[in-house]
């Protein structure tokens, strides 16, 4: 019988002990920055139903939707059934018979689902951050993963801007703490919805901020080839390229926008949405009046944020979304919120050597077995230093020092404590510490008094 090859899924990855404290680094780091701000945590399942996820993220999302096949299709009853579907999903309809569950794709439409599901008894505004991971059914490349983390703050039940200028304060807090120098890029989807009145009515908005979502990807050429293919004439296609044109510092392109979108009334809100924002924040904002954000459910304020000095995609995005609990059937509640991406956050932090030293720091000390009564004395001082709040470790088994000493030193450990026949006679040990070489002998006493082990 041939046995299995040990193998990982394409675009997921296991992480080791020094990966798990560099990302747990990223995720105290947010958390504490969200609960400064008093937003709440929350989680949800990994699986939605499929119909809560389908629709919410335009065309290009719903095919990275990963669907999760209903239980007993192997059931004599249920195949006829399941063949049926399975022809129903090749030709591109979705089946019931087949799949009723989805992986979910982010953590924005569970909280949709959530409030609606509970809004009865929310106190609004309700601010909640969510740290939990994600699913697409992407192609894997470089900072792009099938199973990733997300973590999100959001706050519904409020129109106010003053949500916008905070979640903008939220990131550059945040990133400054990581040591990641960042630019926050802004744009407002009323702007977009503005343009697509300008090329034939909002029934545009979807096929022109889908095109334009690629800009960075695939160039202007071909975002005017596929916008082309959506319907679009040339003078429709000339005004978007003029409107993606636009450059220079924020008050240069709020200018050029004015005069762009004179008389209309979508777009002029949109601006003057954005100037609120500007006037009211220090965080860094850059208007970039390409940032078009895919995702349908988007009507106001977006964000992204893109890390200076590394060649990454966005470490960050989000922006506000005013009904978007109405597709569940509870209308008129407002919300806004942002997301970080933990695992590309991980690489620019690794590119740029952002890492604080000690967060490789795991046992502090290490207790060497030199017998059986040297080992339960050392047992019972270990407990005391760990009952302080030491991280420390007996060695498992007697064994040469040489031995114990490889361990300590593959492991990173700093100190070894040595207790012998001679120190267990005289109430005594050896400390020495592997940085420096320095060996000294400590009492029990003052072994446990020390303070040397929280340097």
């Not at 019988?1 to 020094?18: C, E, H, I, W, Y």
């Not at 139903?49 to 299709?73: H, P, S, W």
Request: hydrophobic share 40%; with cysteine; glycine share 10%.
């Amino acid at each position: 019988m041939s046995k299995n090859k040990a193998a990982l899924v394409q675009g997921t990855r296991d992480f080791d002990p020094v990966t798990v404290r560099k990302r747990r680094h990223i995720f105290d780091t947010i958390r504490t920055v969200f609960e400064t701000y008093g937003y709440q945590p929350l989680e949800t399942p990994a699986m939605e139903l499929l119909d809560t996820l389908m629709g919410k993220y335009g065309e290009e999302g719903n095919k990275l939707i990963f669907k999760v096949l209903n239980n007993g299709l192997n059931d004599p009853k249920n195949i006829e059934k399941s063949r049926e579907a399975f022809e129903n999903v090749l030709r591109g309809k979705n089946d019931s018979n087949l799949t009723e569950r989805a992986l979910r794709y982010d953590l924005t439409i569970p909280f949709a689902r959530y409030v609606a599901m509970n809004h009865g008894a929310l106190t609004f505004p309700f601010r909640r951050y969510q740290m939990q991971p994600v699913w697409r059914a992407d192609r894997p490349a470089k900072g792009r993963f099938r199973e990733f983390y997300q973590c999100d703050a959001d706050v519904v039940g409020s129109y106010s801007l003053v949500n916008e200028v905070e979640l903008a304060a939220i990131y550059a807090t945040v990133f400054q703490k990581l040591g990641v120098p960042i630019e926050i890029r802004v744009n407002n989807r009323k702007i977009l919805a503005g343009l697509a009145e300008f090329c034939g009515g909002p029934e545009k908005m979807v096929d022109i901020t889908t095109a334009i979502d690629k800009l960075d990807k695939i160039g202007i050429d071909k975002v005017k080839a596929e916008l082309t293919e959506r319907g679009l004439d040339d003078t429709q296609i000339a005004a978007i390229e003029k409107y993606l044109k636009i450059t220079g510092d924020n008050t240069q392109i709020l200018t050029a926008l004015k005069t762009l979108f004179t008389g209309n009334e979508t777009a002029l809100k949109g601006l003057s949405e954005l100037e609120f924002i500007l006037d009211y924040t220090s965080a860094p904002l850059l208007i970039d009046p390409t940032l078009a954000r895919g995702l349908n459910y988007y009507t106001g304020t977006i964000f992204e944020v893109k890390a200076i000095g590394v060649e990454m995609g966005s470490i960050g995005g989000g922006g506000r979304y005013d009904d978007l609990t109405g597709t569940f059937g509870v209308p008129g509640i407002p919300g806004v919120g942002i997301s970080f991406g933990v695992d590309r956050i991980y690489e620019v932090m690794a590119a740029l050597n952002a890492f604080p030293e000690t967060i490789h720091t795991g046992t502090k000390v290490l207790f060497f077995n030199l017998g059986e009564a040297e080992s339960r004395a050392a047992f019972g001082l270990l407990q005391q230093l760990r009952a302080k709040g030491i991280p420390a470790e007996l060695y498992h088994e007697q064994a040469k020092f040489d031995k114990q000493f490889k361990y300590a030193e593959k492991k990173e450990i700093p100190y070894v404590v040595i207790l012998g026949g001679e120190e267990l006679k005289s109430g005594s040990v050896k400390l020495k510490d592997l940085r420096t070489g320095e060996q000294s002998a400590k009492s029990f006493e003052e072994l446990l008094e020390s303070s040397i082990f929280s340097v």
